[in-house]
Structure formats: structure tokens, C-alpha cells
């Protein structure tokens, strides 16, 4: 059986004829910055969201970076966050010459555990960064409590997210600002790299767009040192057709990881993911925790079945971050699950039948 890791072909195929005419009315307008579809992405996501404001741009990293920017995240400070990620979350803290504050993470949801936070602040501390990995949002009711105690700003990681609830409102409206990620693999995808940022203070909000175009109110007047992060009107164009489908595909997700959920109850070799009370998850990736990770993957390789492991190293354990002198023991969970974490097929086109076939390769 020919199943793919992520389904973008089928996708496609569903959407190619609005996709391609409204790539077609870009290239004839020759309108590639800026303009009237990326204001309509921007109006929809902020609609979906509930967010006041919605600021595209070219990549989920970029957003994180213009999110730590506009809190004035300079050289020296301290900026909370789990090690249990890709490496862009605690790389834009890095890249400001701040210094990513490591927490470990709970072993139900894989996202930090808000209750070991608090230990970690500073007077040094600017803001925390949670993810919400996995398609599923860590406890931000905890983490706002604790970030507004101590007049810290909070960042959600949702790069993994879009879609997702937590108790009744939107990821990305969850906090200080939220970042999502386009990139093509997640639940919201393009066809190239794109991101976005969400906030509900207008000063925020104008000070993100001006620094993410080069730092500029006025055309040639620049008021901030910024970044080209703007994001291309194709991919905007690409966009606003997913959205027109976004809310069918999130069920279908729901219901795909709550059916892979319900086969794989009775499996003595691995761990289903847990969704909290209050919450959903999209299922960015559908990850398993396993036993004998190397063998079951082999064993579902040799039967057609892809896999991947998010992630294999925690960020700690990375040579890029040797200089903050940590080392393996100091995040006991963040390593048991990096040991054995593993993702299975997962897309809003994955049939019964294939995931039947999936899990049955898993059983053996």
C-alpha cells in the first residue's frame, strides 16, 4: 500500500483549480508584495482566531523572531522555554544574544510543565515561550498566571497549532502575541515558507509590521532595525484557498487521531497521544511513544509505512548549545520521550483503510 507520510499530492488535487487560478490572477497582476491577498489572509486568520490583529509573514521562525523583537528581547536577557522542540524556538533567542531558559516537559501532552516555570525566573527573565507541540496547546491559563505575576510577556509557540482549542478559544489568541508557521507540512500549509503573528494590542501590531519590512514606517524612513519579513502574494493567494477549506480539514484531523487513538488502545508496545480536558489537538504529527522505537520502525518501513521521530535530540543535548553547559540528565522526560517518540502518517486524506493498514503493521 502506497501511503503517504503527509498527503500534500491528494490536497492538491482536491483544490487545483482554485489554487491555480488564483495563482494565475497574481502572476497577471504583478502585484507579488504586499497587496489585496495578503490583507485578505490577514482579515481571515484574524477572524478565525478571534485575534485583533494578524500580521503574515515569511516563515514561523521569522515570527518568533519578530515577536521576541518587538518585546525589545536584547543580548543578556532570559527567555523561558522547553527543550523539547525544533531547534527555531530556542534559535531566535540565541540569535538576539539572549539566553534560552530551558524547563522540562510533562509527559501527557510533550508540552512544558508550567508547575516547574516559576523556579526558573529571574530578574533577568523578558518573556516565556511555550509550544504547543504536536498540534495540541500547552496549560496557557498556568503560564499566563505565573508571566502576569511576574509582568512577563508570553509568546505561544503555536508554529504546530493553527487550528486548535483550548478551552473554547483559539490557539493564537492565547497570550502576549501567538506565532504560527505556513511552512508546508503543517495544518495550515503553503507551498514555500510563510508564517504569522497574532496580538490584540494595536501598538504591538504596528510595531511587528513595521519590523517586519525592514524596520520602515514611511518608505525609506525606518524607525527600528528590522528584518525583510515580509510574506510573497503567491503564497497568500495559496493560503486563502486552504482557509476555505481549513475548518473541514481540522475535523477530519480530529476524527483521524481520535480513530488512530481508538486502535491503538490495546497495544502493549506504545503510547497513544493524550488530548487534555478542554483542549484539541490538530495533529501536526500524530506521535507515538514506543518501546523498541528503531525496531517497530524498521519493522513498519519494510511494510510501506513512513515514519519520522519529532525529535531525537532535545535541545540541550545539541552542539549549537554546548555553551549553556548543560547536560544529559538535567531534563529527564524531554530525554526518556526524545528516546522513543515516533510519528506515523498523518493528513486530513488519510483513508480507513490505510490507517487500518498502519496500525495493523504496528500490532505485528
Known sequence: ?????????????????EINKEVLSVLESTQFILGPQVTKLEDSLATYTGAKHAMVCSSGTDALLLALMALDVKSGDEVITTPFTFIATAEVIAFLGAVPVFVDINEDDYNIDASKIEEKITSKTKAIMPVSLYGQVADMDAINEIASRYNIAVIEDACQ????????KKSCNLSTIGCTSFFPSKPLGCYGDGGALFCNDDALAHKIRVLLNHGQEERYKHKYIGIN???????????????NHFEDE???RFEIGKRYTKLLEDSLHVKA??????RTSVYA?????CQNREELMKQLNAAGVPTAVHYPIPLHLQEAFA?????????PVSEKVSKGIMSLPMSPFLT???QDFIVASIKG
Open 250 to 252: 481540522v475535523a477530519k
Open 323 to 331: 555553551y549553556l553547559g548543560l547536560k544529559e540528565g538535567d531534563f
Open 1 to 17: 500500500m502506497n501511503i503517504p507520510f503527509i498527503d500534500l499530492k491528494s490536497q492538491y488535487e482536491n483544490y487545483k483549480e
Open 273 to 278: 497521544p493524550q488530548v487534555l480536558d478542554g
Open 229 to 243: 519579513g515580509r510574506l510573497d502574494a503567491l503564497q497568500a493567494a495559496i493560503l486563502n484557498v486552504k482557509m
Open 161 to 168: 497549532s493553527f487550528g486548535a482549542d483550548y478551552k473554547g
Open 352 to 354: 480507513r483503510e490505510q
Open 285 to 289: 504529527q500524530y506521535s507515538i511513544l
